[in-house]
């Protein structure tokens, strides 16, 4: 199975055909090799956040005054 690239600028969209391509790869079973092997469920959890709250951002209520003269 060849490897397909495909180069989109900005704004652009892929034909018909590309994306036929890409749906029919998503089904395609994942193959796992030394440079990518499958990680394990121990693995995986390192990625995961020890303490959720650090990962939510925070959000907190500001007021700016404007000059009149910036805003027009």
């Known amino acids: ?7 989109l600028k900005a704004g652009d969209q892929p034909t018909k055909e590309k994306l036929e391509e890409i ?3 998503a089904g ?3 193959k796992f090799t030394d440079d990518a092997p499958e990680l394990t469920d121990e ?4 990625f995961m956040p020890a303490n959720p709250k ?3 951002p925070i959000k ?6 404007l000059d009149s003269v910036l805003v027009d």
């Open 60 to 65: 907190e209520l500001t007021f700016l005054r």
């Open 43 to 46: 693995e995986l959890a390192e």
């Open 1 to 7: 199975m060849a490897t397909v690239t495909m180069t």
């Open 28 to 30: 395609r079973p994942i």
């Open 54 to 56: 650090y990962y939510r």
């Open 23 to 25: 749906r029919a790869a």
